[in-house]
């Protein structure tokens, strides 16, 4: 488990130093279109992309750490941290501008808050770890590692339920019985369907596509009837939003 965590941070980090290069092609692109690239305005806002991608990152980890080893999560919080720091390292190699000084110590920040938090088991916006009588309010928050009833509030009634089916199904003993690797897949595969749903915009059609893609795996492994919950979900979900008839 710890060399499968290990693997998947490492490939979140390539594609955090991505989406920060878009994001700070596009800052640098709108400071130029002003006269004011060399600006200290525009090397702030380069410095802010570089920590929101750095956050995002953090974030992204915690969840799938959590996802893939729930009750024991905590164990992995020097791989957290080393995930951290390695990332932290490649975008400071790459930060020539003169305020790079007050991105450094930023970043050493945002790395102590999320792996104390971590330590401590706390998820932001959420006050209860995992339980089977948990009930919890979710806005706009990601939803992972809990055996809970979902009541969120912010989106329509079939993103609700759609979550909600989506939540019982990685917690359904016919998904723990996969082998690991599988078990991962799906993991990763439902963790982007939340994202998606939890969106301030969701897009209905990735979201369609991706329950069909989810159900057509899970049926490829063996699991006819989670491949059924899943094909069940995805047509309530496709009529309700105006899909298909």
């Known amino acids: 488990m710890r060399d499968r965590i290990r693997k998947r941070l490492t490939e979140y980090r390539a ?42 990152y953090m ?21 957290l941290r080393d995930g951290g720091n390695k990332l932290k390292q490649e975008i400071m ?13 930023a970043l050493d920040k945002i790395i102590k808050r999320k792996v104390e938090d971590f330590e401590l088991g706390y998820v932001e916006g959420r006050e209860m770890n ?35 089916k989506l939540q019982e199904l990685v917690n359904s003993e016919e998904i723990k019985a996969l082998p690991e690797k599988t078990q ?25 596509r991706g329950l069909k893609r989810l159900g057509d795996f899970i049926s490829s492994v063996g699991s006819k009837v989670a491949a059924a919950v899943v094909a069940q979900v995805a047509v309530a979900y496709a009529k309700a939003q105006g899909i298909i008839p």
């Open 130 to 164: 995992a339980t089977t009588n948990n009930t919890v309010s979710i806005i706009n928050s990601n939803i992972s590692n809990a055996v809970v009833q979902i009541t969120q509030s912010g989106k329509d009634a079939i993103s609700r339920d759609t979550a909600q």
């Open 15 to 56: 594609e955090a130093l991505e989406r920060i290069s878009r994001s700070e092609a596009k800052t640098r692109s709108t400071y130029a279109g002003r006269g004011t690239l060399q600006s200290s305005m525009c090397l702030r806002a380069i410095n802010e992309d570089n920590e929101t991608g750095f956050r995002e």
């Open 184 to 208: 991962l897949d799906v993991l990763d595969q439902v963790g982007d369907l939340m994202k998606e749903l939890q969106a301030s915009t969701t897009d209905k059609g990735k979201v369609h």
């Open 93 to 105: 190699a790459k930060v020539k501008h003169e305020l790079r000084g007050q991105l450094d110590p």
């Open 59 to 79: 974030d992204q980890s915690v969840n799938f750490i959590r996802r893939v080893a729930p009750g024991s999560a905590t164990e992995y919080a020097d791989e």
